[in-house]
Nanobody, 121 residues
Framework: QVQLVESGGGLVQAGGSLRLSCAPS????????MDWFRQAPGREREFVAG????????VYADSVKGRFTISRDIAKNTIYLQMNSLKPEDTAAYYC??????????????WGQGTQVTVSS
């Protein structure tokens, strides 16, 4: 059973940067579409960014486009979310999710436990 583990969250001032990582234990996600979601208190979970299973295409929510970059390192079996120019409204718990093997359909097999990002003004 694959478990996804996120890391890299923390407290940062507005305008700062963080890089989140998502690594699986108990398996590989090299052939899975990988997405990042976030959820702020009192709000629904929302899609942030996604990368295709081949790594050839990415997609972003409008709210983070131009500031966040999703990438994957096949050799390290790790997915990253580079977050720049952070804003207080980016404060949330961030989750990574793995889709289904060899598919870019947004249906998820695995979810991580989340890492907290807090942006102070």
């Amino acid at each position: 059973q694959v478990q996804l583990v996120e890391s890299g969250g923390g407290l940062v001032q507005a305008g700062g940067s963080l890089r989140l990582s998502c690594a699986p234990s108990g398996g590989t996600v090299s052939s899975y579409r990988m997405d990042w979601f976030r959820q702020a208190p009192g709000r629904e979970r929302e899609f942030v960014a996604g990368i295709s299973w081949k790594g050839s295409s990415t997609v972003y929510a409008d709210s983070v486009k131009g500031r966040f970059t999703i990438s994957r390192d096949i050799a390290k079996n790790t997915i990253y979310l580079q977050m720049n120019s952070l804003k207080p409204e980016d404060t949330a718990a961030y989750y990574c999710a793995a889709g289904r093997p060899y598919s870019d359909v947004a249906e998820y097999s695995y979810w991580g436990q989340g890492t907290q990002v807090t942006v102070s003004s």
